[in-house]
């Protein structure tokens, strides 16, 4: 309980020096279009697999975590790309329903993984999605690779405007940025190897969700 | 594998045309420009900071990646899927330097306990049971794990965590490799692609040259239709980019490696006949939908690849030999060709491989005299209904001509198709419609092509019938290439003054509308085969087009449950199932299931042995049970030797589809009373 207050005092603290103020709501709204795409690509990750929610505005997150850990077995927590804002929010929302949890920021490791694999909970930021395919983008700059890999269950967080219709959307952006990497996940990992028939969980992910706010995550 | 096959065909249907259409582009690009393409390659990766090895042989990759490992001091390597190191065999050469491997997808893993090969590119323990698989890790790994896929799958997943966690290389394949930038894209479901990717400290990806594709632009392309094609779906769960920065769990950029290797894809890119395989995507649709690869798996169908793209790729990486040793097991059905995404000729390229090897047995040259056989029984009827039905002889035909005496085979009826029309139609100059029957509606019942030619007049087509020979599929099914090229050549000489007059040309049998439109302008590449090719179809597909029907009642009083069989070549004929939608807008009540091939493959379901009448009859009960399960109470197809398969083995009645419309039509004619269909 000491650690706990004390880390929320650490994450307070440190936005603050950052100059980020805890959001109270939403600062921008998004358009209609932006909106349906988002619709349309959370409808695409639910036939792929995932949990899906769409957040309007920043006070609703914290319930939509608090819904799918009471689902969960959660005791770590591997964030990566967040704001100090979000990362109080989902923290706050997961001790409300589960007592103690290990938490680790990345890009910051541990030599050994293993306490962030089972019964734990990665939460990382995506940089776009695709609406026809149901595809979350990673890219390589904030550890939301192994924050979206290693543990059992993992949440993707994206804004509405940063959904894409297709792959070709991708094109410029492959080559403006000089990416070092990029996955793109379409749903939790899986299997078929034996007998062709179909099994969730193999090496990544047990379970994947995705949020899409109609808010900005990065202020 | 029948339900792969319909969620893959389910998914390519559903795609945009135009993502096929890019696909076929940018591989056709691949094909045409490799040597280019990979130099483009090698040189944006190295200015991107990637060290690029370029093998042009196994030997060297395998040497380049030994040494690399042995120099870094690398105790374990954990890889991901990728058949281009099973091609080179590296396993074997990293656990000969010592070096510990450890394969981490699933499927891979499981063939590594066992000590076997992998049977499937997609699915590569598929031919293990979940009860196999349980016992192999109580022997392999002292474990009890429960025989269920969930079970077994969880046990993998802690199993392997360790190796993830302590490897000192990751090695993977690629999918795709992007010339504009020198990126690698693997294609993975499990998880352990993006593992093998992330966690060791120094990453190879092995690609064999023929995965690059110019831009990103034709990646995508790549990215919409292979999952499409290989799993039913718009996605894999995973698709990672690796790059020289490539992601890294120690928050630095790896050691990072792309050896490209060529091993027989530059000297496919400059032969004809084999230069289609370098646009294959790996998608293994050839492999779920190929009869004989359904039956025998690809354990017995294949080498290091499986299945019909096996056939092509053994000929790349190893020799023409090699190839023909599993080429035998291909019935030239074609289905490959149809299920293609890239539209590889797979069926022409390995009679090619049959006909390169030279070792087609003396049975098989026999089977190519086919229509002599039919020609002498068609002027002996009574004697060869006789002697097809007689034990004695029956068993005579089989250890001479190889033909199985459990086959049932065709009565003859006596006389031909042109001494039954007359020569007015024989010496016709010019027709709207020129018949081609084949030699089964020449000589074995010459009453389908006397239908064939009253249903058209009746239609308001005038019509010509000029000698031309068998369609050669036999030929072309056993590779005799010299042959084939001869029978197309004089068939396509006497069809071309019509066709230059605008005739259309139609055929009753598929594999003879097949070889017209289809093989002929590939074999010959001449003009005057072209033009034939564009102006030929089948006459049942013609008239569910153009037809005009005369406004009768139906003149037979039973409305029998029919089950339509939908010939293989057929399918690389027309869209959907003309016959079928034709049947049904004439009133009939018409059922249909689409389970490929019947199994019987022209001559080669008649031989004698395990490449001949075993599988044909195994898969011909298979489907039998499927027909039957329909409740229908006949068949309708227009294939002749379809028919002599569903006729033994459901013991229905099996009539040409031309009799249904001739009925429709009241044209009576005892001459055409079905013998056979």
């Not at chain 2, 299945?307 to 030999?321: E, N, Q, Y």
Request: glycine share 8%; proline share 3%.
């Amino acid at each position: 309980m000491f650690m706990q207050r004390v880390y929320i005092l650490y994450i307070v603290m440190a936005a603050w020096l950052k100059g980020e103020a805890p959001r109270a709501s939403a600062t921008r709204g998004i358009d209609s279009a932006a909106k349906n795409l988002g619709y349309e690509f959370l409808e695409k990750c639910r036939k792929n697999g995932f949990k899906t929610a769409y957040v309007e505005r920043p006070e609703a997150l914290a319930s939509v975590f608090s819904e799918w850990a009471a689902h969960w077995s959660i005791k770590s927590l591997m964030i990566a790309g967040l704001s100090g804002f979000l990362k109080e929010t989902i923290f706050n929302a997961l001790i409300s329903v589960k007592k103690e949890i290990t938490c680790l920021e990345l890009p910051d490791l541990p030599s050994d993984l293993t306490l962030f694999r089972a019964s734990s909970l990665g939460v990382f930021r995506v940089y776009a999605g695709v609406a026809e395919t149901g595809g979350l983008i990673v890219l390589d700059d904030w550890g939301s690779n192994l924050a979206s890999l290693i543990p059992e269950y993992t949440v993707g967080l994206l804004e509405a405007g940063e959904v894409v219709s297709d792959y070709w959307a991708l094109t410029s952006v492959l080559r403006q940025r000089d990416i070092g990497g990029m996955v793109i996940i379409s749903g939790p990992s899986s299997t078929s190897d034996i007998e062709l028939t179909h099994v969730i969980g193999v090496h990544g992910p047990v379970e994947a969700g995705v949020i899409v706010t109609g808010f900005e995550l990065d202020e | 594998m029948l339900s792969m096959t319909e969620k893959s065909r389910g998914a390519i249907l559903s795609l945009p045309p135009q993502y096929l259409q890019g696909l076929l582009a940018a591989r056709q690009k691949t094909q045409e420009n490799l040597a280019t393409l990979l130099e483009k390659t090698v040189d944006s990766a190295r200015r991107r900071g990637c060290q690029v090895f370029v093998a042009e042989t196994a030997e060297e990759a395998l040497r380049y990646i030994v040494e690399l490992a042995k120099r870094r001091g690398v105790k374990r390597v954990i890889k991901s899927k990728s058949m281009t190191t099973e091609e080179l065999d590296l396993n074997h050469a990293l656990s000969s330097a010592g070096i510990e491997v450890v394969e981490t997808d699933l499927g891979e893993r499981i063939v590594q306990l066992a000590g076997q090969r992998p049977s499937h590119i997609i699915a590569p323990a598929v031919h293990l049971s979940r009860e196999d698989v349980a016992r192999l890790v109580k022997e392999r790994r002292n474990i009890a794990v429960d025989p269920s896929p969930e079970a077994i799958t969880r046990f993998f997943r802690k199993d392997l965590w360790q190796s993830f966690q302590e490897a000192d290389m990751g090695i993977t394949g690629a999918n795709i490799v992007v010339a504009e930038d020198g990126h690698v894209v693997i294609v993975t479901n499990e998880g352990n692609g993006r593992l093998v990717t992330t966690m060791p400290r120094i990453l190879v990806s092995v690609a064999g040259i023929e995965k690059i594709v110019e831009s990103w632009e034709e990646a995508f392309h790549v990215l919409r239709v292979l999952p499409a094609s290989a799993v039913g779906r718009d996605a894999t769960s995973y698709i990672t980019v690796i790059g020289p920065r490539a992601m890294s769990r120690h928050g630095q950029v790896p050691e990072y490696h792309l050896v490209l290797v060529n091993n027989g894809r530059l000297r496919a890119g400059s032969e004809v006949w084999l230069k289609e395989a370098l646009r294959c995507i790996r998608c293994a649709a050839c492999l779920d939908i190929c009869p004989t690869f359904r039956v025998l798996g690809g354990h017995i169908f294949g080498d290091i690849y499986t299945g019909p793209m096996g056939v092509l790729w053994t000929a790349i990486t190893r020799d023409v030999k090699a190839a023909s040793e599993i080429a035998k097991y291909c019935v030239s059905c074609s289905l490959c060709l149809s299920a293609c995404p890239v539209q590889i000729d797979i069926p022409l390229a390995i009679s090619r491989i049959k006909d390169a090897s030279g070792n087609q047995t003396t049975r098989e040259r026999m089977l190519t005299m086919y229509e002599r056989y039919a020609a002498l029984g068609s002027s002996f009827p009574r004697l060869f209904n006789w002697l097809q039905g007689s034990r004695i002889t029956r068993r005579l035909l089989e250890s001479i001509l190889g033909i199985d005496r459990r086959r049932m085979m065709h009565r003859f009826k006596g006389g031909n198709l042109y001494k039954a029309l007359g020569e007015r139609y024989l010496e016709a100059q010019e027709a709207d419609v020129v018949y081609f029957p084949d030699t089964y509606a020449t000589f074995m019942d010459w009453g389908i092509g006397l239908l064939a030619v009253r249903v058209l007049e009746a239609n308001g087509y005038s019509v010509a019938v000029p000698k031309t020979a068998g369609s050669g599929m036999p030929s072309i099914q056993y590779g005799f290439h010299s042959k084939a090229r001869q029978i197309a050549e004089k068939n396509v000489r006497m069809l071309k003054s019509f066709v230059e007059k605008g005739s259309k040309i139609v055929c009753t049998e598929p594999t003879a509308a097949y070889c017209l439109s289809e093989a002929y302008p590939k074999i010959l590449g001449s003009e005057d085969s072209k033009k034939v090719a564009e102006a030929t179809t089948e006459l049942v597909a013609l008239l569910a087009t153009e037809g005009k029907p005369a406004q009768r009642p139906m003149s037979h009083s039973a409305n029998s449950a029919i089950f339509y069989h939908h010939p293989c070549h057929s399918r690389l004929l027309a869209k959907g199932r003309p016959s079928e939608e034709l049947l049904k807008r004439l009133g009939y009540s018409v059922s249909t299931i689409d389970y490929g091939c019947c199994g019987i493959a022209g001559t080669w379901g008649m031989r004698v042995g395990v490449e001949g009448y075993l599988i044909s009859s195994e898969i011909g009960r298979r489907v039998a049970d499927l027909i039957l399960a329909t409740g229908a109470k006949e068949i309708a197809t227009e294939s002749s030797v379809c028919s002599q398969q569903l006729r033994q083995f459901t013991g229905l009645k099996v009539r040409h589809t031309i009799r249904y419309i001739a009925e429709y039509l009241g044209i009576q004619d005892r001459d055409s009373d079905a013998l056979n269909f």
